[in-house]
């Protein structure tokens, strides 16, 4: 008995003195408010399938894009998946309203291999970067397209950056500096990496130098690699369909002199992150 009395006194004692304690830390954070410090949420990325086949009209889909998550769940990340879901849908509804019946001969089993389906395909290639401020995510999303009857299939891209810490979607202008005459420093710079190509015996072909030249819908698909800036041209835009995409990485050192003071890929340009 005399060691159970023992015992509760102690437990008492204890509680007592964490009260003491609680309420002595809670008095000093009261009196002398601390500065909140800035948090980073960390930004995951899951693989979404949707794939879904019908008979009338025939057509397959097969879709993979990126979702990104975040804990806590921020505004940024919601607003970048809505960009990606809205694109997504889009283009699988474009593709079932076309008119996918036969062209020229109504028995299937008369097409080629590979030409006796309708089917859209979707890909994607997915850089999260980190320097000082800014956490930035580029996707770069890939559809194919393939309509029955038709030899050649269609691939079209279109591109995401954003900075998440900022919920901000980025321009490619927005890099830059205002009076540095960007475009033609990206044209200038592409037209030589591909003139290089073609005397390297890359391209079967010689490309079409006026769709590199310095207009803002020439540079449109852009995206940010651990590399550098990644500009994508459309299949046909500057090379034959058998030359697909063609895509140029140029170093965010060589972009240095042009790049805005504020821009948040300063920090790879001069390796500090």
Request: glycine share 4%; aromatic share 12%.
């Amino acid at each position: 008995m005399n060691v159970k009395l023992v015992f509760l006194k102690g437990n008492k004692i204890l509680l007592q003195l964490l009260s003491i304690l609680i309420l002595i830390s809670t008095l000093a954070s009261c009196a002398k408010p601390k500065p909140t410090p800035a948090v980073y949420a960390e930004w995951l990325v899951t693989h979404q399938t949707l794939k879904e086949r019908n008979k009338t009209p025939t057509y397959t889909i097969d879709a993979q894009y990126p979702e990104i998550h975040s804990y806590p769940n921020t505004a940024s990340a919601q607003a970048l998946n809505k960009l990606i879901h809205e694109y997504v849908s889009t283009s699988i509804q474009n593709f079932k309203d076309h008119d996918h019946a036969p062209r020229n001969t109504p028995e299937l089993d008369d097409y080629p291999n590979g030409m006796h389906i309708n089917a859209f395909h979707l890909t994607y290639n997915y850089h999260q970067l980190k320097t000082r401020g800014h956490t930035l995510i580029s996707v770069r999303l890939e559809s194919t397209l393939q309509y029955l009857g038709e030899s050649t299939r269609q691939h079209r891209f279109v591109s995401f950056n954003y900075d998440m810490n900022h919920n901000t979607l980025l321009n490619l202008d927005a890099l830059f500096k205002p009076d540095a005459d960007y475009l033609n420093v990206l044209a200038t710079k592409c037209q030589k990496r591909l003139s290089e190509r073609l005397t390297g015996g890359m391209y079967w072909m010689p490309y079409d130098p006026s769709y590199t030249s310095a207009y803002p819908q020439n540079f449109k698909i852009w995206n940010l690699g651990k590399n550098g800036l990644a500009i994508t041209f459309q299949e046909y835009q500057i090379t034959p369909y058998t030359d697909k995409a063609t895509v140029i990485v140029l170093s965010y050192s060589s972009l240095r002199s042009i790049l805005a003071d504020n821009s948040p890929l300063r920090g790879y340009a001069y390796n500090i992150y």
